[in-house]
């Protein structure tokens, strides 16, 4: 779940409503205009993470159209800063996730081995073609250590996605908003079930809907129990490398 600005103790609040014992904190560099800064600034993030560190894993937005900036704020507020991961929309810059431009930003996550969430379906970008799988498979065979979380999946294109998993162990698909009374949602639990069970992560949604109706719209999906520890958390603290005991 992404959350803009501060953390009101409501949060708090759901969090424990939900169940929910650390939460990803997905920040964003725009909405689709050129922005020169991230809406949420990395210094924000790192601030919440310090003050909750035990309740926030965090993200700082980096952005296409400023590598160099970008790979600043990586170094500052990740590698020497306290916030964890990276998350990236390439169609909000007009990139294809396999566009040549942005491979300076994976081989520097690649190389210090830090997880990069990745805006991959849904309103990724002006077009439903910077949904395309065929370019996050791509950019996966290229980059083979690198951690990615997709987030919304590569929806609509879920069958595909559910396979550009299958072939790469270092993609772990998300497609939270677009599993609570969504048919897509039924495509996922099955390959949940079966083809990406080590790699399918819960989303909660939030804020378009509070954290314990997102918990509550994956516990209704047809998952065997056999594999609910594992989409619900298990999957989601192995790329995190949160090295979570059962």
């Known amino acids: 779940p992404g959350i803009a600005g501060g953390l009101p103790m409501i949060f708090m609040h759901e969090l424990d409503e939900a169940g929910i014992t650390l939460a990803c904190a997905v920040t964003r560099w725009s909405f689709g205009d050129q922005r020169e800064d991230a809406i949420t600034p990395p210094e924000e993030v790192a601030r919440l993470v310090e003050q909750y560190p ?6 700082v937005a980096i952005d296409g159209y400023h590598i160099r900036k970008s790979l600043d704020i990586i170094e500052k507020f990740v590698v020497n800063g306290p916030v964890q991961a990276a998350s990236l ?18 081989e520097y996550l690649s190389e210090m081995d830090i997880p990069l969430f990745m805006m991959t379906g849904g ?13 996050l498979d791509r950019m996966l065979v290229d980059f083979p250590k690198l951690t990615v979380i997709g987030m919304h999946g590569c929806v609509p ?39 990406i069970k080590d790699q399918l992560v819960f989303g909660s949604a939030y804020p378009l809907i509070t954290l314990k ?14 594999v609910l520890e594992n989409i619900m958390w298990k999957n989601a603290a192995r790329a995190l490398k949160l090295n979570w005991e059962d």
């Open 213 to 226: 109706e997102g918990v509550d719209s994956w516990m209704r999906l047809p998952f065997k129990e056999s």
């Open 157 to 195: 294109h879920a069958f595909e996605d559910i396979m550009v998993a299958f072939r790469r162990r270092n993609y772990f698909p998300c497609p939270d908003v677009y599993v609570p009374d969504s048919p897509f949602g039924r495509i996922y639990a099955e390959a949940g079930n079966s083809m």
């Open 54 to 59: 035990d309740k926030l894993y965090g993200t």
């Open 123 to 135: 309103g990724n970008g002006p077009y439903i073609s910077y949904t395309n799988p065929e370019h």
């Open 89 to 106: 929309e390439p169609g909000m810059s007009k990139h294809y996730a396999d566009d040549k431009e942005l491979y300076p930003l994976y």
